[in-house]
């Protein structure tokens, strides 16, 4: 999409404040819902229309499915040669009897299998309790009804591993970080998935080690990929992770599916999935409930990010829901380092949280964000529903570098409706890198204070292609057919026109 300088408005060093003032519109409110519903645009793109279904004997089929999917990234996949159980290797499943050693060497006798038709490792129903073990390839660790993974709270059962090359240390404290409970590395056809067993972190001896600041080295994760191509994980529920809770890193093909995923909501980062320097990455039908980010896209931190150069891109999260207090229903960032282009967010629905879509960067990241589209998405009672932000201040050493300011372009919002929200849209860009591309349709906000201000800084685009201008950086107006409005209804809020109007003021929001 190009963006039209002379079609644009633009918000620099002399931003302003978009009063909102409400229109007696009761009367109309059945009207006005019923229309904002109807005026999203589903989209009917599709990448593979495939559903993948699995079973504890291994005969892996494709089922047809009506809806759009992204479930094609992940290849197709032979039936596994070799399937055994955990209890065939010893293991016991009381809820007590760690079986850590148990799983490492039910993979060690599994992985033979990987260059003649893959293995499968069964996990039967009950209470397994397990520090870390690793992954192999052409590999599936498939859960029962009632089977549950219950993470060791012995933390020598998560060793120190190294840091990712593009963090340059741990993302909460210099050294090492604890590897994942469930973790993989240069590994190729891995399906972790079952008929909706569980994966239990135990997270709280984790959380209270961050809370009481005696946190040693960086928590690990619940599910950690690295370096590998062709993974699904479906059909499971993961909670209480100890940090975030799917982390796939330089993967690619990756499809996370019908997952369920929950943690306290006052869990300190218990971020649902981030994939991060990852490609084709696909992410829809799961449900989140989380301390931090339902999902967050990431792609390193600072100067370790830009040194690394490894993007995120091809992206797509469909049919995410969920709600989170503390963070957004999908982030973008903060670590971006390494740059995140071609991001799709559609059909999304998040509730009683503190942002609905968020892009987060800083002064010292680099990188770029572009090339992101956002659409048909539900919000219900979110304090801020749209965010660009900056300024979080969080770098990982010395080492940053101030004048490496990142690149935010080509930004998409169409077919917003909030309900209820607390706060107005705020997008701040940065000084010396404006965010510009900022393409905004359809956006609704219903139920809002008559206080209500939009936020805007150094944030450029535009709304419509029809007559929006900005008068000398100060007082936007509309023009249509050469009379100027003091008061009008801006496109960029909503496409139903009768119950929001703008008050643009040359009113000065700070520097």
């Not at 209470?127 to 020598?156: C, H, M, R, Y």
């Not at 972790?192 to 994760?221: A, F, P, V």
């Not at 994939?275 to 600072?302: F, H, M, R």
């Not at 080509?410 to 010396?432: C, H, M, Q, W, Y």
Request: aromatic share 10%; net charge neutral; with cysteine.
């Amino acid at each position: 999409m190009d963006f039209d300088e002379k079609q644009s408005f633009g918000f620099g060093r002399n931003a302003m404040i978009a009063k909102v003032t409400r229109f007696s519109w009761s009367p109309f409110l059945f009207l006005i819902t019923l229309i904002a519903l109807l005026s999203f645009q589903i989209t009917t793109k599709t990448i593979y229309p495939i559903k993948i279904a699995f079973s504890s004997t291994s005969k892996t089929g494709v089922s047809a499915d009506t809806r759009t999917s992204c479930a094609g990234f992940f290849g197709e996949l032979p039936e596994r040669k070799a399937v055994m159980s955990i209890r065939e290797f010893g293991g016991v499943g009381d809820g007590k009897t760690s079986n850590t050693e148990t799983f490492r060497k039910a993979i060690r006798y599994l992985q033979r299998f990987g260059e003649s038709g893959g293995a499968q490792l069964n996990v039967p129903k009950g209470i397994w309790v397990t520090g870390s073990f690793n992954l192999t390839s052409n590999f599936t660790l498939f859960l029962e009804e009632g089977a549950v993974i219950l993470g060791s709270q012995d933390p020598k059962e998560w060793p120190i591993i190294e840091p990712l090359p593009s963090y340059g240390r741990g993302r909460e404290r210099l050294g090492g970080r604890h590897i994942s409970l469930v973790h993989g590395d240069g590994l190729t056809n891995v399906v972790i998935t079952g008929n909706n067993g569980t994966i239990d972190g135990q997270g709280k001896m984790w959380w209270e080690l961050w809370w009481n600041r005696t946190l040693e080295h960086t928590r690990g994760h619940l599910v950690e990929l690295m370096n590998s191509n062709n993974i699904l994980i479906a059909n499971l529920t993961f909670c209480n992770a100890p940090f975030w809770t799917i982390h796939p890193v330089y993967c690619s093909n990756v499809v996370v599916k019908d997952m369920t995923i929950l943690a306290p909501l006052k869990a300190p980062n218990t971020d649902g999935i981030d994939p991060d320097s990852s490609t084709n990455v696909c992410i829809e039908d799961c449900y989140i409930e989380s301390g931090d980010d339902l999902v967050a896209v990431k792609s390193g931190w600072d100067q370790y990010g830009i040194k690394m150069a490894r993007p995120s891109s091809n992206i797509v999260v469909r049919r995410v829901s969920g709600t989170t207090p503390t963070c957004s229903g999908v982030g973008i960032g903060s670590e971006m380092s390494g740059g995140i282009f071609n991001i799709t967010i559609e059909d999304l629905h998040v509730w009683d949280s503190a942002a609905g879509v968020r892009i987060k960067t800083d002064n010292g990241r680099g990188g770029y964000i572009a090339n992101i589209t956002i659409s048909n998405v539900t919000m219900e009672r979110v304090k801020v529903p749209i965010r660009f932000s900056r300024g979080s201040n969080d770098h990982p050493d010395e080492g940053w570098d101030p004048k490496a300011v990142p690149v935010v372009k080509g930004i998409s919002i169409r077919n917003v409706v909030s309900f209820n929200s607390t706060k107005a849209p705020v997008l701040e860009g940065i000084e010396d890198a404006p965010f510009g591309g900022i393409c905004m349709k359809n956006v609704s906000l219903l139920g809002v204070v008559s206080s209500l201000s939009w936020h805007c800084e150094f944030v450029s685009g535009f709304a419509d292609e029809r007559d929006m201008k900005l008068l000398h950086g100060r007082a936007l107006r509309l023009y249509s057919l050469g009379t100027n409005f003091g008061k009008f209804v801006f496109s960029v809020l909503t496409s139903l026109g009768d119950f929001l109007t703008l008050d643009f003021t040359d009113s000065v929001i700070g520097h």
